[in-house]
């Protein structure tokens, strides 16, 4: 599907994703679909109320395949987090507890180091419909919340996942305005060029008679140079525009004698009509 590519190297690690009862299949497989995203593959689920493995799942996950087929489950949370050294609980509800409240990219930058240390940690994700409890939350080292309208703050698990797991992603980068691929590097062009395509326009343009009436040819010509130059043309672009032109000349340089310029009716002006010039 659009997006992928096999041939390119996949990220796989960070911390686990455990989601607490989740419900739907879909869900599921759309959280995984996340997850894969932004290179995270290791997916725990407690006690997943419609079994596992679970076909919606594997179809909503969008071959995220390798998240899915890598899912553990087990019985209860405590079980879930046993391995783990270091666990985020995420909520959108006041929590008043003595636990550390930390924002998305706090969080994912503190997973990063425990991740570069050596260290095992997790996010914990609550229900669909009413996420952690506080004793769930109370099994987890700090919380994590996303700053979100305080007058609906409630996220799908999916997006709740795929929030946090772009910050994991930006994390790791270098530079947070480096991007995964760039546009092909092209040559300014020179006012030459420019000027060269300006008049191979005008040239194919006069022989087929659109400068109509004579007399406004000036003007259709300031107006026509002055829509091509509002910006600036690569070299490669000009080549596009050259390619354009020529190829009108597959078709008459000169009006056919049976055809010529509609006239305007006796109640206009009385000149006769030409192409529109844009004034």
Known sequence: MSGTNSERELIAEGPA??????????????????????????????????????????????????????????????????????VYATTARERYGFKPVRSPVFAAATLREKFKAGEKTGILFGRERWGLNNEEVALADEIVTFPVNPAFASLNIA???????????????????????????????????????????????????????????????????????????????????RGVIRSLDRFPRKWPEKIVPRQKKASDSGETEGNDSGE
């Open 17 to 86: 994703i455990i989601l607490v009862e989740p419900q739907l299949g879909e869900n599921i497989g759309m959280v995984a679909r996340a997850m894969a995203n932004f290179g995270l593959v290791e997916l725990r689920l407690v006690n997943p109320r419609d079994g596992w493995p679970n076909e919606k799942a594997r179809s909503a996950a969008s071959k995220a395949d390798h998240v899915i087929d890598g899912t553990k489950v087990y019985d209860t949370l405590e079980e879930a987090i046993s391995d783990l050294n270091f």
């Open 159 to 241: 997006q709740a996942v795929l929030l946090m797991s772009y910050d994991w992603m930006k994390s790791g980068m270098d530079d947070l305005e480096e991007t995964r691929f760039q546009p092909i590097e092209q040559n300014p062009s020179t006012k030459e060029q420019v000027l060269g395509m300006f008049e191979h326009i005008e040239e194919a343009l006069d022989a087929r008679g659109y400068f109509h009436p004579p007399e406004k040819k000036p003007k259709m010509i300031d107006n026509l140079r002055a829509v091509l130059s509002r910006r600036a043309f690569s070299e490669q672009e000009i080549s596009v525009f």
